[in-house]
């Protein structure tokens, strides 16, 4: 575990490889998955939560979209000293593990959800159905050449007598 101490000054200086970080770098220790702790450099005392809340902070100010809306905030400040608050704690940590777990679908659903919103997307849906239904009624292509065939032999028939009426007519007169 890396272990960052943070002085007086307010610069936090990683022991491991003897240089000052910022925040920065420490976003990305939490971004790469590495295990680390921040000790007070006079006390020991662990400061880890104070800097990811502080990270978090600048996050949110920085406008990359807030995950911590003022209402939710508001919400957590409540369960601070309320007999729920420990479950409350394992309950966002089940809630983002099971996330973090099922992301990729989640983003997929998200991305559906998204399109479905987009009217470029619906446009383009209900053409593809006005189209389908189009087709259903248009003749198929085999069709299409059946059916002139079709259309040309009626046309010569009908130019033709029918020889039943020839019979009928001759047989009329005979009588």
């Keep these: 575990m890396r ?17 000052y970080v910022t925040l920065e770098d420490v976003k990305q220790l939490v971004l ?15 400061l880890t939560r ?14 990359h979209g807030t995950l911590l809306t003022n209402q939710v905030l508001q919400q957590l400040i409540r369960f601070y000293g309320d007999s729920m608050q420990g479950m409350m704690s394992q309950y966002l940590e089940q809630s983002i593990a099971a996330f973090l777990e099922h ?7 998200m991305q ?3 399109g479905a919103a987009n009217p470029l997307t ?6 593809d159905q006005n189209m389908a239904v189009w087709n259903m009624f248009a ?6 050449e059946s059916s002139a065939e079709s259309a040309k032999g009626a ?3 009908a130019e033709q007598p029918a020889p039943d009426s020839a019979d009928k007519k001759g047989k009329s007169d005979d009588q």
């Design 3 to 19: 272990i960052l101490r943070k002085y007086t000054n307010r610069r936090l200086y990683d022991t491991s490889r003897s240089c």
């Design 32 to 46: 790469n998955g590495e295990n680390f702790q921040v000790q007070d450099s006079k006390t020991g005392n662990d």
């Design 50 to 63: 104070n800097i990811l809340l502080q990270i978090i902070s600048e996050q949110e100010a920085e406008g």
């Design 103 to 109: 992301q990729d679908r989640i983003r997929e659903q």
């Design 112 to 114: 559906t959800m998204m």
């Design 122 to 127: 619906m446009m383009g849906r209900f053409a």
């Design 139 to 144: 003749p198929k292509q085999g069709e299409e």
């Design 155 to 157: 046309e010569a028939e």
